[in-house]
């Protein structure tokens, strides 16, 4: 029987995501209906789907060696285990997200000094609690299990802290942010005890190795071209890469073929360009891997 790591994947808003970022990295995830046991075509993995509130405590209890989570977990939870990476799925997600102390914007509570006393609700409590202490701030903080926007709303609570990333969602509800918690990007966690074992520790290396050579491709395309020599000083004032262009000679010594990778979003404005200081033959075509 072949070793295997067991690998915790986050059910709920990360889960689509997280499975799309496998695929690209060369794994497919299949779920069957509400199973909390997804098989993936990797004899050497054993996946489960969990709540990212819960991984970091199974992958320190050892129930699990490895799973992908936030940070924002992980504190919450006290968890000691081991990031072996930052996974950021996507370009929109380059900034870190957010939990904020959030108010109604009609309260006098400016500040979390003015909490003194007051009501929060939120499902982040030890890391709001630990926030409060900072600031010598004593006042009552409750588990929300939903809905939190909509309790401050209604006058339930005096404030909320609420997981944001543009602060669109709590501008909509009516409140106002007063402050940070803290910062959270995804990770990929695993314990201590997995990684001093050598045959998973190397598995979990590569593993992470492919996802984030594909979240690396995301939005990203290669691009290929023939340039007249005289021309390719030209070309290369415009072309952006992620280094420099690979540049080849072709049989007729007047031409040479570059090929580059470029952002997606430059490409509709890039290639007319390119067309017109000579360059011919352009081709663009998809990424899935991008192994710096």
Known sequence: MSQKIKLGLPKGSLQEATIKIFERAGYKIYVSGRSYFPTIDDEEISPVLLRAQEISRYVEEEALDCGITGADWILENGSDVISLAELVYAKQSSVKVRWVLAVPEDSDIKSVKDLQGKRIATEVVNVTKKFLKKHKVKALVEFSWGATEAKVADGLVDAVVELTETGSSLRAHKLRIIDTICESTTQFISNKKAVKDPWKIKKMEHLVMLLQGAIAANNM??????????????????????????????????????ETVIDEGTVRSLIPKLKESGASGIIEYPLNKIIH
């Open 221 to 258: 395309v290669g691009l290929k071209m023939n340039v007249p020599e005289k021309n390719l000083k030209k070309i290369l004032e415009i072309l952006p890469s992620l280094q420099n262009p690979t540049i080849s000679t072709l049989s007729d010594q007047r031409w040479v073929a570059v």
